[in-house]
């Protein structure tokens, strides 16, 4: 793969308080490599090493030398941040999503622009509903969508390395990221509890001369994949906990990390979750199913061991009911009966991998969506809200990967949840993405 070549070098850029020491420790961690001290700087850069997924970094931060008195912010400031964007592959700029876009960011927009390097945006500060506004005016920036994140909390890291990958291939191949990322394998990640029999199935699909057994071939190493093939069709297993257990021997054997989990989930595009059909959903199983969703992740359930199982009919209608009921944000998702142990169902499972990918990068072409849309407003528009009504005008796929749109209108904040509901219901029935993460952002318009 290009980016395991060499580092990527990313200079952090942003005006003071958007959060790039923050971000900058969320990536680099206790990592922290070097201080640079170069001679004429008076302020000291930050670089320091990160790894995410496949994608090794070296973040340059440049938080503090944006503080320098108002009247050398032509000066020094200036030279040192331009310094770290002309050394670094690509800029990671960040707003803050919670403040919206200020004249200080637009002025931090030019001198990129300028530099004629790569640019990813990033809106920080966007946990929870206060960033909405923020992060879509975040596209007036000019540097195409967005990658909603929070330094703080760590959310949208798998987003994050998406937006940089693309860089990173660029720079190898130029041109080729896209083309890579359609035909490339489809990265999938068998994630459960302890026992459920995430060892055995995926032994079972790579086939047992496949098998990692050994310390080398590094097993050692934070993360494992396998690539295989499945009728023809190029699979990557990602961090794949079955194998690394048997390098770890008994450290923590019985215990589920949900770290360990939210890694796999982070560098997956589908996830297999594998139950343990005599003890189904339980705690730890559900856990993990919503991190999935919160990750936007594709989720597929393989219901294992059933090979076990007395009344398959009625036990696959229980399983059904269950898992819309329990995890109705993904309803009608994909759920699979196997065993590892037989090889059942494995085909299936397989199928829905690349079904469930397929529907987690559609791009809904704008006049279905378009008509659609016409069609429910006629029909069904939103509910007047004491005594007035809300105008929905439009509505856009802002992204795929998963599908995200924004309906624009007026008084959108007082949309009733339930029509919220309704629209996201809607999306899903009538383009197909039943069983996927939708995103729907709601966007108010004059
Ligand atoms: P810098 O000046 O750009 O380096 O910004 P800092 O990293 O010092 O952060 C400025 C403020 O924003 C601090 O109070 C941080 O705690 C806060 N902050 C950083 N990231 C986030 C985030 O993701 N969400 C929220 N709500 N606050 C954040
Ligand atoms: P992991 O901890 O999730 O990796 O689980 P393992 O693959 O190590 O399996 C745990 C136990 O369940 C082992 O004793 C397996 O033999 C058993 N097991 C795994 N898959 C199946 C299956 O499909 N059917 C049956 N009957 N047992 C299974």
Redesign the pocket.
């Known amino acids: 793969m290009a980016h395991t070549l060499k580092p990527l070098t990313v200079a952090i850029v ?1 005006r ?8 900058f420790n969320r990536l680099v961690g206790r990592r922290l490599a070097l201080v640079d001290d170069r001679p004429g700087v008076t302020r000291d850069r930050r670089e320091g090493e990160a790894k995410l997924g496949d994608l090794a970094l070296t973040i340059i931060d440049t ?1 503090g030398l944006e503080e320098a008195d108002a009247d050398s912010l032509e000066g020094r400031m200036r030279a040192q941040t331009e310094r770290a964007v002309a050394d670094a592959d690509v800029s990671v700029f ?1 707003i803050d999503a ?1 403040a919206g876009v200020t004249p200080a960011d637009r002025h931090f927009a030019d001198l990129l622009r300028r530099s004629g390097k790569p640019v990813v945006l990033v809106a ?2 966007c ?1 929870g509903a206060a960033g909405e506004g923020g992060f879509y005016d975040a596209y007036s920036l000019g540097f195409g969508e967005p990658v909603p994140f ?4 760590g959310l949208g890291l798998a987003d994050l390395v998406l937006a940089l990958e693309e860089h990173a291939s660029e720079d190898a191949v130029p041109g080729s990221a896209r083309r890579d990322e359609e035909s490339g394998p489809v990265r999938v990640a068998v994630v459960g509890r302890p026992n459920a029999g995430k060892s055995t199935l995926v032994n079972k699909l790579i086939g047992e001369d496949r098998m990692l057994t050994g310390p080398e071939a590094g097993i050692t190493r934070d993360s494992i994949s396998v690539d295989w093939q499945w009728k023809g069709r190029p699979v990557r297993l990602v961090d794949t906990a079955g194998l690394r257990r048997k390098a770890r021997v008994q450290a923590k054997l019985e215990k589920l990390s949900v770290g360990d989990a939210l890694r796999a989930i982070r560098a997956a595009e589908v996830v297999i979750l594998v139950l343990d059909e005599k003890s189904p959903f339980d705690k730890q199983d559900l856990q993990i199913a919503d991190l999935v969703t919160k990750e936007a992740r594709a989720l597929v359930i393989a219901v294992n061991k059933w090979d076990l199982t007395e009344d398959p009919k009625s036990r696959m209608n229980e399983m059904r009911e269950m898992a819309d009921r329990l995890l109705p944000q993904v309803r009608g998702m994909p759920l699979v009966p196997v065993s590892g142990l037989t090889g059942h169902g494995l085909g299936k499972l397989m199928e829905a991998v690349f079904t469930i990918r397929e529907k987690w990068e559609t791009r809904v072409p704008t006049s279905a969506l378009n008509r659609w849309f016409g069609a429910l407003m006629e029909h069904h528009p939103p509910p007047a809200v004491a005594g007035r009504r809300i105008k929905l005008r439009y509505v856009t796929q802002a992204s795929n990967r998963p599908p995200t749109f924004v309906v624009f209108g007026t008084r959108t904040e007082a949309l009733p949840e339930s029509y919220r509901r309704y629209l996201l219901n809607g999306l899903r029935d009538a383009f197909d993405l039943v069983g996927v993460p939708v995103r729907l952002h709601l966007r108010k318009t004059e």
Do not use: M
Request: charged share 25%; aromatic share 6%.
């Open positions: 942003g003071p308080n958007v959060g790039k020491s923050t971000f938080a960040l919670r920080n500060k946990e929070s330094a703080e909390h």
